[in-house]
């Protein structure tokens, strides 16, 4: 694990601790306090002290049995509480069904957080080749159909920080690597409705992505069909395009959203 960079305002031992929360979370049967060491690239004294605190309170804890340390009940309630937070997800699993049945292509959802797509819930194809991503899975917003119809939404000044910050790295021959591309890429999106991922970030794959939106016209989602290229010509782009708008327009009616009428201010 990398340790974070030192900025103004970041109270150092709690991104520690987060960190370690972080490392927890992908072990499934836990870590010794020597291999948590090694991975977070921290003292064992500190790690040590720090597991302590996060124990007293619930977060991680100690398995005798195997000598490993573990995520904490504590941890799952805050997890349960984002979820609550994100019943958009409960909302969308119908409708997710519904865009596979009629594309025969994997749905999916995601959100965003921090400068990429979270996949939140899929929906597969019943087609032997058939694209997934288990939820949880993070792409770049500018390489995705999900991220770039969330960026058409967002002030163009917010995208540019985000562009300077997160990269544009090439990923595959069709990746998008210049920020005025993207830019010219995301006019399309807001005239059409729709975004479109062609090879972007993994080669033999192609998307279409719509967004949904809350009760004050704020994205919150996107929804995409995604499937291998060779099922998705030029001319079949558009009719997925409309499956997504549809589906997208459902979930933003049954999240109490709306649609936005005009395009945001700075795009």
């Not at 997934?132 to 159909?145: E, L, N």
């Not at 929804?223 to 558009?238: E, F, G, M, Q, T």
Request: hydrophobic residues 45%; contains cysteine; proline residues 5%.
């Amino acid at each position: 694990m990398t340790k974070p960079t030192a900025e103004p305002g970041i109270v150092q031992s709690l991104t520690r601790a987060l960190g370690l929360l972080d490392t927890l979370a992908a072990e499934d049967r836990g870590l010794t306090l020597s291999e948590i060491a090694a991975r977070t690239a921290l003292p064992v004294s500190t790690v040590h002290r720090l597991l302590t605190t996060l124990q007293v309170a619930g977060y991680v804890r100690f398995a005798p049995e195997r000598g490993a340390w573990q995520i904490g009940v504590q941890a799952f309630i805050v997890g349960i509480a984002f979820l609550r937070s994100r019943e958009i997800t409960a909302i969308a699993r119908p409708v997710l069904y519904r865009m596979m049945e009629a594309s025969g292509e994997t749905a999916n959802l995601a959100i965003a957080d921090q400068g990429e797509i979270v996949y939140m819930a899929q929906v597969e194809s019943r087609e032997m080749m058939r694209a997934m991503a288990k939820p949880g899975s993070r792409v770049g917003m500018y390489c995705s159909a999900l991220g770039k119809v969330l960026l058409a939404e967002m002030p163009t000044p917010e995208v540019r920080k985000l562009v300077e910050w997160r990269g544009l790295p090439r990923l595959t021959d069709n990746t998008i690597t210049s920020a005025e591309r993207l830019f010219e890429d995301l006019k399309t999106v807001r005239v059409q409705g729709y975004a479109t991922d062609d090879e972007e970030h993994s080669i033999g794959l192609r998307c279409v992505a719509a967004a949904v939106f809350d009760e004050v016209g704020q994205p919150v989602a996107a929804v995409s069909l995604s499937a291998p290229k060779a099922r998705v010509s030029n001319s079949r782009l558009a009719e997925l395009g409309g499956i997504v708008n549809r589906g997208a327009a459902d979930i933003t009616a049954a999240f109490g959203g709306k649609l936005p009428r005009l395009p945001m201010e700075g795009n």
